[in-house]
């Protein structure tokens, strides 16, 4: 017996040693585990988000896709499925199940696998909020003794609330409240008993589990929840067999994850500049930016049709590709309507046996009963004409309900008819006719900047054939296709049923289309606030994601010449003041540098007013006018009013030369409805974090406008110091035709009035801000943008074009909205001869600003003190004499009107004798 006891009371010191070991490793461990503290302050990453000023959510950013709900949200359903797939005996232990543990160890046993875990929700919910995911016994102790802990500190109702909140269920969701608007597009409030066992079944292994990828798998672990649901007496039969015969109907893929592309990624990349990558992908921020979505909607529309205009009088580029043989046309066609189906299906069903039933599916035989319709109505049509026939849509085809009008489409030539002036197209089987209208401006492409002509297409036959694939876009419902026929064609249908045989035939409405080469830019702001309306950065953010309008910097062109003519206003010129517009030869800072500028349309017109200078963009006139100002005025304007451009330092810059981007630009316009004030650009209008509290932004362009301001105090003290009629070159040269001044006469230095009450932010005289906004309506009224004045009756703006039609401008506004529009190629190659602003951007602006008008109104500039209105005779820019038919009331500064005594600041002398060569000299000279 001896050696008996011996074994025994060695085995009795070895277990009482193993148990002092096992007890002095959970004491030191207990020593190691983490505060549970933290838990009270539930704060997990969860999804940033920017929003337009009306409300409509641009996009999301998050590292994981979750919505905090309060426990009190969750119905018991949810709560039930949960409680049955992880944890049925959560509310009758502390923790750590030990009945739950023996259960699952009887079962593995038996399995001989691992078929079932022990893990309490509690245990759970440690291991993922205060713990590694490592595999080791050390880690499973902290398990017990963190969830003991946690079961003493919280309720239970706390524990699920933390558990419900935090797990991750697939697809990027985390918690079930973002799980059930992920998967289901619902609200908790909304979910049934089946579709909150299916995504309780997907705790344990989201990716298996997932009906996405095994729905067999799904259905299997959805069935063993629903199952312990009725064994836990969690459901009842009726329920139970309910749930199971559930058909689920669940999304199918996202849509577009993103709205007003330019502008939302602009916002994006200076929030995470601003807070930091991490921060903001996990702060839970709500951006509310100023974009006004619903005019936001139309920019992008109107960019995208004004480019594709531009593009069409291009030319046309051709057929996309050709589909030879009938094999090719059946093989293409059943491959297009199944990409249409897919697309066009946002959710799809998952059924009671497993399976998944998508919204819209191919079915087999679909384009064959297409064909097979097509031939037999050919075969039943009778009459002479019938081989001229082109069958229409089967009105029976289910395809039908998935053709969107306004969207484009790639589709088959099927018939091409000099005589009818039509072309029939087949979009996925489905009929289209493109009527005369519609084809005409397919001209041959001829992209120059030399003079040319085209006229349109009236003969189909000479640009597609049957088989080709073009671009079409639906413009309507199907209707008849008689009535679009040519009318010569119609007369010679005179027997009744040739007539019934033609009208018969229905087909979608449909444009011939191609996609732009072209881009656009738009850009919109209030005046008086600065903040963004609408930014469009291009005509398709999915193709190039380059923003044109803030980080392209084009040239101007005569886009820039208001602020030439502000400039003038501010030194001596006034609106009736004359300018010679007539031959020259100018030199630049550079002896070597002679240009001869000249008028887009190659003419003189003599001497005109200042307003009709710029009313009609002549070049010469702005010429004159900045040589008579100084290049350095011009600049140190700029400077003022914080635009951020390059200018040259010559007298170029009078037509535009240098790059200046939409923002700057349409910023500098703002200034002039602005009653001269400083337009800073606003766009975001709050942020707050997750608890609703605002937080600042920009904080780094506020420190650095304080450090600016200084320098911008001295620039103006400078600019104010200088003389009226200095005509300085930036290198010291003199300015072509500058008189000299005799050595021994000293000039008498005089402060100009318009300058000496300027500050920080009043930036340009109120009186003339006043006077470029009338000047400016005259340009809409009467000069290069008339094409805008139907749109109102208080509308400014001014085209521009740059040399070989290589940018093409339109900046105009109302008393409530500024808005700028750029056309042209990104490589700067030209956009064809005659494409000027008002062609090519003027539409674009006129077509946003209608709506912009119809929704902020529109009123007149108010009139500051200090403004007379004189009758003038437009063509002397003298006092209108009693009587005059050709008088003209204009707006002046009081006392700068004609016959007002000037005492404080002369107007510059006009004297041009020494510029101006005769015509016949110029061109000799050219």
Do not use: C
Not at 417 to 435: E, N, T, W
Not at 469 to 483: D, I
Not at 680 to 693: A, M, Q, T
Not at 871 to 889: D, R
């Amino acid at each position: 017996m001896r050696p008996f006891i011996k074994f025994l009371l060695a085995l009795a010191s070895l277990g009482f040693l193993g148990g002092l070991f096992v007890l002095g490793l959970i004491v030191s461990i207990s020593f190691d585990l983490p505060q549970i503290n933290t838990l009270a302050d539930y704060n997990p990453p969860i999804p940033s988000r920017i929003y337009s000023k009306d409300g409509e959510l641009l996009l999301e950013l998050a590292k994981e896709r979750r919505e905090i709900a309060r426990f009190e949200e969750f119905p018991k359903r949810i709560v039930n499925a949960f409680l049955a797939a992880e944890d049925d005996n959560f509310y009758n232990h502390s923790g750590v199940d030990y009945i739950g543990i023996a259960r699952a160890m009887v079962k593995n046993i038996k399995a001989g696998r691992i078929v079932q875990g022990a893990s309490t929700i509690t245990q759970q919910v440690a291991k993922s909020l205060l713990l590694s995911s490592e595999r080791t016994y050390t880690r499973k102790i902290k398990d017990l003794l963190l969830a003991k802990k946690i079961e003493d500190k919280f309720t239970k109702e706390e524990i699920l609330f933390l558990y419900l909140n935090q797990v991750y269920l697939g697809g990027g969701y985390y918690g079930v409240k973002a799980a059930f608007k992920g998967y289901f597009d619902k609200e908790l409030t909304e979910a049934t008993i089946a579709e909150s066992a299916l995504i309780a079944g997907l705790l344990v292994a989201p990716g298996r589990y997932s009906p996405y990828v095994n729905p067999q798998y799904a259905k299997t672990r959805q069935k063993y929840v629903l199952k312990r649901m009725f064994d836990t007496g969690k459901i009842s039969k009726e329920e139970y067999e309910s749930a199971l015969a559930e058909d689920i109907r669940m999304k199918s893929r996202e849509p577009n994850l993103m709205k007003a592309g330019y502008f939302t990624d602009w916002i994006r990349q200076r929030l995470l500049e601003e807070y930091g990558e991490e921060e903001f992908l996990t702060g839970g921020y709500e951006v509310t930016t100023t974009l006004d979505w619903s005019l936001q909607k139309k920019a992008e529309d109107e960019v995208l049709e004004g480019v594709k205009a531009i593009d069409k009088r291009q030319g046309f580029k051709g057929p996309i590709e050709t589909w030879e043989d009938e094999d090719q046309v059946k093989e293409n066609l059943i491959k297009q309507r199944k990409e249409i189906y897919e697309e066009s299906s946002y959710h799809f069903t998952f059924k009671a046996d497993g399976t998944t039933q998508p919204e819209y599916e191919y079915q087999e035989g679909e384009i064959e009963n297409a064909l097979i319709y097509e031939k037999e109505e050919f075969a039943q049509s009778k009459g002479k004409w019938k081989n001229y026939l082109e069958i229409g849509i089967n009105p029976n085809d289910e395809f039908l309900k998935l053709v969107e009008v306004g969207k484009n489409y790639n589709a088959m030539v099927t018939r091409v008819s000099d005589s009818q002036r039509m072309i029939y197209v087949s979009l996925a089987g489905v009929k289209g006719m493109i009527p005369y209208e519609h084809f005409r401006w397919a001209h041959e492409r001829n992209i120059t900047e030399e003079r040319h002509y085209w006229s349109y297409v009236t003969r189909p036959e000479t640009i597609l054939k049957k088989g080709d694939v073009v671009n079409v876009k639906v413009l309507g419902a199907p209707r008849s296709v008689f009535k679009y026929l040519h009318s010569d064609f119609r007369k010679r249908l005179k027997d009744e049923q040739t007539l019934e045989t033609f009208k018969k035939q229905q087909f979608f409405l449909m444009a011939l289309d191609q996609e732009p080469d072209a881009q656009g830019a738009l850009l919109a702001i209030s005046p008086h606030t600065g903040e963004i309306i609408s930014m469009v950065g291009g005509s398709d953010f999915a193709k190039s994601q380059f923003n044109r309008a803030v980080q392209s910097n084009r040239q101007p062109g005569s886009a820039f010449k208001p602020l030439l003519y502000a400039v003038g206003l501010e030194n001596g010129f006034t609106p009736s003041s004359m300018l010679l517009d007539s031959p020259q030869a100018l030199g630049g800072v550079d002896d070597s540098l002679s240009w001869k500028p000249r008028n887009y349309d190659g003419k003189f017109k003599g001497e005109m007013s200042f307003r009709r200078a710029l009313e009609t963009s002549r070049n010469i006139p702005t010429i004159r006018l900045t040589q008579d100002v100084g290049v350095s005025k011009i600049i140190n304007f700029v400077e003022r009013i914080k635009v951020d451009a390059d200018l040259p330092k010559d007298l170029s810059v009078s037509l535009g030369s240098f790059g200046i981007n939409l923002l700057d630009l349409v910023k500098t316009y703002a200034i002039f409805p602005n009653g001269g004030k400083k337009v800073k650009i606003k766009s975001v209008l709050s942020v707050k974090d997750r608890y609703g509290d605002l937080v600042d932004f920009e904080k780094k362009d506020k420190i650095k406008e304080v450090i600016e301001a200084s320098e911008l105090e001295l620039a103006e003290n400078d600019e104010i110091k200088k003389g009226p009629d200095s005509l300085e070159d930036i290198s010291g040269e003199e300015a072509v035709g500058e008189k000299e001044l005799d050595s021994e006469q000293t000039p008498e230095e005089k402060i100009n009035p318009f300058l000496a009450s300027l500050d920080e932010d009043q930036v340009y005289d109120p009186r003339l801000a006043y006077l470029m906004t009338n000047l400016l309506k005259g340009v809409v009224e009467n000069g290069t943008g008339r094409g805008a004045r139907s749109i109102g009756s208080y509308i400014g703006g001014k085209t521009g074009t740059t040399n070989n039609y290589v940018d093409a401008w339109f900046l105009g506004f109302s008393s409530k909205v500024v808005t700028g529009v750029w056309t042209g190629f990104d490589d700067n190659q030209t956009l064809g001869w005659g494409e000027t602003g008002a062609k090519s951007a003027l539409p674009i602006w006129k077509n946003y600003m209608e709506l912009g008008i119809k929704k902020y109104g529109e009123t007149d500039f108010p009139i500051p003190g200090g403004i007379v209105n004189v009758a003038i005779n437009p063509e002397t820019g003298k006092l209108a004499s009693s009587g005059s038919t050709k008088s003209f009331m204009e707006a002046f500064v009081e006392g700068t009107e004609p016959g007002a005594a000037k005492d404080t600041f002369e107007e510059p002398s006009e004297d041009f004798s020494d510029s101006f060569l005769e015509d016949e000299e110029y061109y000799i000279s050219q």
